[in-house]
């Protein structure tokens, strides 16, 4: 599956998952714009890029802003002469309970994740419209924003915004045969290693080289950046030209096709609701079955 003709520009590409996709795209044959806030990084991943043979150039700067993003759109233009892909991958944490969680803490995750998605994408989409040859918009979401999370809210509520910008975006980019989806990773990073049920496997993993254990691969869906990556490769291809508007999760071995909302039960009564008849009716009615919410606990090996 060769992108030898792309151009592509990966966000929060210095290290992680970013640095897999953007090793992956290059490998494949395109180009690829790095980018991080760390200039150190961009210049170890392009240097890693070109050591292997592919082509890349970098930009240090923090995701959010216009500036940013036009700034990676005319790298992209000014160094390969074109655009094809964007993965927007760059993120931060700020992890609080609601009751301790401060404006900027919130305010600082939104700007990077759904702010910065939203500015990148809108300079990549310019570009691409303009040349008039289609173009991929591969938005990184998380579990988090399908489920939710502990300790989330800024990072949950950016990531579910994300894969409704995806459909959005799907739906008014379609005409220009721009494709947008929404990829929801799971992959061996700082901050799963944080989780008690998967550090010890993946402190043993990097220690020796060994493969992340069965269980954590197949049940959890949990496996290293790069397997990760493969999906980024097929959704900037020939191949996904006619996948668009989808949440699609990948890590370990699991591949996924995220639902989306949908009314799930509906009921009727003449005259409409009032709240006593929501209260008689809801028991048996459409509260009988509830969705669940949050990102289920590891079963870990044993179960």
Request: aromatic share 6%.
């Amino acid at each position: 599956m060769r992108l030898d003709d792309k151009v592509a520009i990966v966000t929060g590409s210095g290290r992680g998952l970013g640095l897999a996709y953007a090793e992956a795209l290059a490998a494949a044959g395109a180009a690829v714009v790095v980018n991080d806030l760390d200039p150190a990084a961009v210049d170890a991943a392009v240097a890693r890029i070109a050591g292997a043979g592919g082509r890349a150039t970098g930009v240090a700067a923090r995701v959010g802003g216009r500036e940013t993003a036009e700034a990676l759109a005319d790298a992209a233009i000014d160094r390969f002469g074109r655009l094809d892909v964007l993965v927007t991958n760059a993120g931060v944490l700020r992890d609080r309970v609601l009751w301790k969680m401060t404006d900027e803490d919130f305010d600082e995750v939104v700007r990077v994740h759904l702010r910065g998605t939203f500015t990148c994408a809108r300079a990549a989409a310019v570009r691409m419209r303009a040349q008039g040859q289609g173009g991929r918009l591969i938005l990184i979401s998380s579990p988090a924003g399908q489920r939710g999370n502990f300790g989330q809210t800024n990072y949950a509520a950016a990531k579910a915004g994300i894969a409704a910008m995806a459909r959005t975006w799907a739906l008014e980019l379609a005409r220009s045969d721009i494709t947008v989806n929404a990829v929801v990773p799971v992959a061996a990073t700082e901050m799963t290693k944080t989780i008690p049920a998967f550090a010890p496997a993946i402190e043993e993993s990097e220690r020796t080289g060994a493969p992340l254990p069965g269980w954590m691969r197949r049940d959890e869906g949990l496996g290293t950046p790069g397997d990760a990556a493969g999906l980024i490769v097929f959704l900037a291809s020939d191949a996904a030209k006619d996948v668009t508007g989808q949440a699609i999760g990948v890590g370990g071995d699991r591949l996924t096709l995220w639902g989306h909302p949908y009314e799930k039960a509906v009921a009727f009564r003449d005259g409409g609701w009032s709240a006593e008849a929501i209260a008689a009716a809801w028991p048996d009615g459409i509260g009988a079955e509830p969705e669940p919410y949050g990102i289920p606990a590891p079963k870990g090996p044993e179960a």
